[in-house]
T-cell receptor
Framework: DSGVTQTPKHLITATGQRVTLRCSPRSGDLSVYWYQQSLDQGLQFLIQYYNGEERAKGNILERFSAQQFPDLHSELNLSSLELGDSALYFC???????????FGDGTRLSIL | DAKTTQPTSMDCAEGRAANLPCNHSTISGNEYVYWYRQIHSQGPQYIIHGLKNNETNEMASLIITEDRKSSTLILPHATLRDTAVYYCIAGDSGAGSYQLTFGKGTKLSVIP
């Protein structure tokens, strides 16, 4: 158990819809990271927040957005969903920069 | 982040040491070497990291060459549960951000 909690575990929805994925970091961790893993692209970094502020952006689509709340939990919002958005979405957290990241079990998103 | 090169796959007999190599010839002086593994579709699991010196923890040992251009992850007594994809990642905290760039990793199969 990494201590990082992601909900829901599975999500099935249709094209054009909007979903929200939630992540609770390990106690004491200030940084939250989101990654996407699809069959053809592997694990890709999407975005990082540190203590409520956006710190880095990776290959995140404009249809996707995220935020980190004062209690440090984070949400990843995916809108106008397309079939290609079907993937595993992982959240990770770390104490600070350069410290090891600890991953949750992921949310499996299926777009029908 | 420095690019890393790993063999696509490796086999190891159960109970024997598994030695997973990683080449990172373009690594810079402030970049750490991190190792993660992913068992099936679970979230990646942090194993170990190091900068210059060899490191050991309860899971594995990390041997970094003196020129830092390559490293080896050693699982001293591989078990069937160690079957996973192992990722070697080189990176630093940059300008206050830190993201992991995952390659394709090495698929380690531990054989009974």
């Amino acid at each position: 158990d990494s201590g990082v909690t992601q909900t829901p575990k599975h999500l099935i929805t249709a094209t054009g819809q909007r979903v929200t994925l939630r992540c609770s970091p390990r106690s004491g961790d200030l940084s939250v990271y989101w990654y996407q893993q699809s069959l053809d692209q592997g694990l890709q970094f999407l975005i990082q927040y540190y203590n409520g502020e956006e710190r880095a952006k990776g290959n995140i689509l404009e249809r996707f957005s995220a935020q980190q709340f004062p209690d440090l939990h984070s949400e990843l919002n995916l809108s106008s969903l397309e079939l290609g958005d079907s993937a595993l979405y992982f959240c990770a957290s770390s104490v600070g920069f350069g410290e090891p990241q600890h991953f949750g079990d992921g949310t499996r998103l299926s777009i029908l | 982040d420095a690019k890393t090169t790993q063999p696509t796959s490796m086999d190891c007999a159960e109970g024997r040491a598994a030695n997973l190599p990683c080449n990172h010839s373009t690594i810079s002086g402030n970049e750490y070497v991190y190792w993660y593994r992913q068992i099936h579709s679970q979230g990646p699991q942090y194993i170990i990291h190091g900068l210059k010196n060899n490191e050991t923890n309860e899971m594995a040992s990390l041997i970094i060459t003196e020129d830092r251009k390559s490293s080896t992850l050693i699982l001293p007594h591989a078990t069937l549960r160690d079957t996973a994809v192992y990722y070697c990642i080189a990176g630093d905290s940059g300008a206050g951000s830190y993201q992991l760039t995952f390659g394709k990793g090495t698929k380690l199969s531990v054989i009974p």
